[in-house]
Antibody, heavy 118, light 108 residues
């Protein structure tokens, strides 16, 4: 089965850290860019970051640059999002996503909720 | 950053009616890299259209996309009960990839 499964969300205080994981199965994981997209409660979708298949290239939206770091372990078919210096405005459902049968985001995980609050 | 604007914010229609959703970009979208997604409450987004007009796998032909440059349209030719949802456009030609704020299609 073709699947993405996120984990690692939770409640964290402002300034804290959290590491999200995205585990993939059923497709050629190491060939794909993997992306993170987030959605604050009641709000729209925001692209956060992406990493190339071999892990050598990463990109970020300006609002998380210097605080978030994306990485991957192709032996474990897993992508990580290390989130440091978390802010209240980082509160969101975080989805990992990639392309499977098209050229854009046709495969999504179920999302993991991150709540930043004191 | 390419800013996407969607209109209207809310579209109130009845089943069987035609829905026309607009997406306008602040600058030309490169390579026809424009997609549309459907999202229902509590669910991940679902890809409908990519490359402006190509339907994703399993998407019914009542969904169609058109446009070029900075102006794009998603048309649903006859609304089915399961089509009432929020729709987002996205450009994926320029980093950062950006999404529009969404159009909610609700039941009149």
């Amino acid at each position: 089965e073709v699947l993405l499964v996120e984990s690692g969300g939770g409640l964290v205080q402002p300034g804290g850290s959290l590491r999200l994981s995205c585990a993939a199965s059923g497709f050629s994981f190491s060939s794909n860019w993997i992306h993170w997209v987030r959605q604050a409660p009641g709000k729209g979708l925001v692209w956060v970051s992406r990493i190339i298949g071999d892990g050598t290239k990463t990109e970020y939206v300006d609002s998380v640059k210097g605080r978030f770091s994306i990485s991957r372990d192709n032996a474990k078919n897993t992508v990580y999002l290390q989130m440091n210096s978390l802010r209240v405005e980082d509160t969101a459902v975080y989805y990992c996503t990639t392309y499977y049968a098209s050229e854009v985001f046709d495969l999504w995980g179920q999302g993991t909720m991150v709540t930043v609050s004191s | 950053e390419i800013v996407l604007t969607q209109s209207p914010g809310t579209l109130s229609l009845s089943p069987g009616e035609r829905a026309t959703l607009s997406c306008r970009a602040s600058q030309s979208v490169s390579g026809s890299n424009l997609a549309w997604y459907q999202q229902k409450l509590g669910q991940a987004p679902r890809l409908l259209i990519y490359g402006v007009s190509r339907r994703a796998g399993g998407i019914p032909d009542r969904f169609s996309g058109s446009g070029s440059g900075t102006d794009f349209t998603l048309t649903i030719s006859g609304l089915e009960p399961e089509d009432f949802a929020v729709y987002y456009c996205q450009q994926y030609g320029t980093i950062p990839f950006t999404f529009g704020p969404g159009t909610e299609v609700d039941l009149k």
